[in-house]
């Protein structure tokens, strides 16, 4: 039965999201503190943090007296897994509840039928528990990304012809009943868009996050690596389009250049064809500006001062272009450039990106260079899973406080 309005049970579930929160936000915190932040009773106090420490949701430390007694969230409580997968290699990273890291592996990411995407990932996620001494079934959910869209009608990814195997709808199905023995509960799994992700870190720690200076709830993450995409959030909500495919700027047509057709098995044309990763190094090359990929030469050019600057003044105009439609559509009050080329040009291509864009759309959003250079994807997948698994946690307390 629901629980209505006002009621004690659902006053008891408040508190215990609020105490869980702070705990988690604030660190350790005494009974008093608690108290006084959400404004409890001691009484009340008390027996919050008494049945949220019977649930196993937090753990007291060493301390002098029980009202003097620190306690914070218990990192046990619960265990999640995040892996950002490429065609090169698939990353793991393992935290506790409290999102520190216990592990890390990485693999190569197999590119032949789905069963070795579910092996390799079983692998991966099998050596980064042994090292923080856990095991699979553990773990309370595992988020992964990679570049493709993970259709919410099909399951089915699509626009990720650079994944050979990982296509399969019951990906996300086979990997739960796989991931345990028999007998063990299944984690649940779930496949998000790398740039989805990497704005969903950047709402909980990067620049657009609560508290900071650039905090706002309308923004677009611009992705520019080995692949164009981008991720777009409105009202604090991350917008995934109706087939799972906003974003997908890499296949959009642009002006004068070749369309993308058969897009299932061609990625050429479009916007692809002037801002992605082979199109930017021919012109780097063509301005003298070598590297083994677009990313080194881009840095080389952002480093060169003015020699660089014709090729970063191209390469920001490109850029503009495939901006523009976006920020006519969605009108975001920032876009946070991240992706290796757009972090190798650094603070030069943003300001030629910056002028460039205001010169040809009406909206003047603001550029910003992502501050999570390491590992965003990563950090997403974490963040969701975390999120994730503490409503979980609190659903279970509160249907316990029934």
């Known amino acids: 039965m629901d629980q209505v309005p006002g009621t004690p049970s659902l006053l008891r579930a408040i508190n215990d999201r609020t105490a869980l929160q702070l705990l988690s936000e604030q660190g350790p915190l005494t009974r008093a503190r608690l108290g006084a932040l959400t404004g409890l009773s001691k009484p009340t106090a008390t027996q919050l943090m008494d049945r949220l420490e019977a649930a196993g949701l937090v753990e007291a430390l060493p301390g002098e007296g029980r009202t003097a007694r620190l306690y914070r969230v218990r990192p046990g409580a619960a265990y999640v897994a995040g892996i950002d997968v490429t065609p090169a290699r698939l990353r793991v990273r393992l935290c506790d509840l409290t999102g520190e890291i216990i592990a890390e592996t990485s693999l190569a990411t197999p590119r032949r039928e789905v069963k070795d995407a579910v092996d390799r990932v079983r692998e991966a996620l099998t050596e980064a528990c042994a090292a923080a001494g856990i095991t699979v079934p553990q773990l309370n959910r595992v988020v992964i990304g990679l570049g493709g869209a993970p259709d919410p009608q099909t399951g089915r990814i699509r626009y990720a012809p650079h994944l050979p195997g990982w296509h399969d709808p019951n990906l996300p199905a086979r990997l739960r009943s796989e991931l345990t023995g028999q007998n063990e509960p299944d984690p649940a799994v779930d496949v998000e868009n790398d740039v989805n992700l990497a704005a969903i870190a950047e709402q909980s720690l990067g620049v657009t996050r609560k508290g900071a200076p650039l905090e706002c709830r309308d923004f677009a993450v611009l992705w520019i690596g080995d692949g164009i995409g981008a991720a777009i959030v409105i009202d604090g909500r991350l917008h995934r389009g109706y087939t799972g495919g906003a974003g997908e700027l890499g296949y959009m047509p642009v002006s004068g250049q070749p369309l993308t057709r058969n897009i299932r098995r061609n990625v050429n044309g479009g916007f692809q064809s002037i801002g992605g990763a082979p199109a930017v190094l021919k012109l ?88 999570l250079a390491e590992a965003p994807v990563l950090a997403g997948a974490i963040e969701s899973a975390l999120a994730q698994t503490k409503q979980e946690l609190f659903d279970n307390t509160r249907r316990g406080n029934r």
Do not use: Y
């Open 284 to 371: 780097a090359r063509s301005k003298g500006f070598s590297g083994s990929d677009a990313a080194t030469a881009v840095r080389r050019a952002a480093e060169a001062g003015p020699l660089g600057t014709p090729l970063l003044q191209e390469l920001a105009e490109r850029l503009a272009v495939g901006l523009a439609p976006l920020v006519a559509v969605i009108d975001p009050e920032l876009i946070v450039l991240t992706g290796a080329m757009l972090q190798a040009g650094g603070e030069p291509l943003r300001e030629l990106m910056t002028a460039a864009l205001h010169d040809i759309v009406i909206p003047r959003p603001k550029l910003v260079l992502s501050e």
